[in-house]
């Protein structure tokens, strides 16, 4: 009797399909593993990197699940350079992105919203890294779903050179990976290496990332928007003109006020996500390098698309570090209906 027994053989119950045993599905590290060659540079960096930005995540994803408890509710008191207040949980997220992507040693700049200037890494790191660690602010303290967002480049000077302002200031289209987490009723990380988008669920009894949401595609259509009505009376005349199209169809209006919670919905189901230019904010209020370029490379890499109401995010030339967009995002049919009242 052959002592080796194939995985499938026989009519012993096969392991794989046991409904004893739930499949728990791939997990991040194997994914990415088994995705690396589809990086350009495929020599493990961008992979490590990924991996960098899922465990600080986690410590992210743990403090902020009891931020209650541990006094990380409430304001420190200071303000970053667009003059909001920050929160605890602001601080603490940029520190444990920071010290994460300082530590791995593959990123030379970091840009973050909580940073006024780029924070100079390491030389010898080949990419660059902009990162708003806690989006969603005004959310924080009454426990609903906050985000980080990341968008990652490939420096453009040659490593163990001083970092020049041609490696910070890189259009979207440059990207090499972007994505977010979204700290909900689950934890999710959801990215982008510009070979479709690929969404994981954060199992935190076994510490890891698992492959839920496959090659996610953002419906061309849908029936949901979000944008903050109440500012409509500073908005110009096409987007009151959209968001009467809107409700004369009796599309839903969502806006959780989290820009990764309303654009992972919106993803999901199909919808549309506006911030436009105001009268407070006449640019937008979205900060280009840091939230609008990194969700733009996920839409579109889901069959999304996402402007600034007319040009492409991704093509708009950064001019610097928290430059601000109106922003557009989401089903392609709906943003260029809002783009065509226009
Ligand atoms: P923060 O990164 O400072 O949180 O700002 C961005 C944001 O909070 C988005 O998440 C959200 O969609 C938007 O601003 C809400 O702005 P408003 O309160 O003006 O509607």
Known sequence: MSMQR???????????????????GTALDRFIKNNQDQFAYASGELSQLLRDIALASKV???EVNKAGLIDLMGAVGSQNLAGDDQQKLDVLANI??????????????????????YVDLNNEGKY????????G????????????????????????????????LQKGSDQVAAGY???????????????????????PTLGEYFLSHPQLKMPEDGKIYSINEGLANSFSAPVQA????????????????????DFHRNMLKGGIYIYPATAKSPNGKLRLMYECNALAFVAEQAGGSATNGKDRILDIEVKELHQRTA???????????????G
């Open 327 to 341: 922003f557009y995002v989401g089903s392609k049919n709906m943003v260029e209906k809002a783009e065509s009242l």
């Open 181 to 203: 987490v979204l700290y909900g009723s689950s934890t999710m990380l959801v990215y982008t290496t510009g070979h479709g988008v690929n969404g994981f669920t954060y199992e």
């Open 96 to 117: 444990r992105f920071t010290r994460a992507l300082a530590k791995g040693g593959e990123v030379c700049a970091l840009i973050s919203e909580e940073s006024d200037t």
């Open 6 to 24: 194939s995985f499938n053989n026989g009519n012993a119950p096969s392991i794989e399909s046991s409904r004893i045993a739930h499949s728990i």
């Open 128 to 135: 660059v890294i902009a990162i708003d660690p806690l989006d």
């Open 60 to 62: 992210v994803n743990r």
């Open 137 to 168: 602010s005004s959310n924080i303290d009454v426990n609903v779903s906050i985000g980080t967002i990341f968008s990652i480049y490939r420096r453009k000077s040659p490593a163990g050179t001083p970092i020049q302002p041609s490696d910070i």
């Open 242 to 261: 959209y968001i009467q199209y809107c409700k004369d169809r009796q599309y839903t209006a969502r806006y959780i006020g989290s820009l990764v919670a």
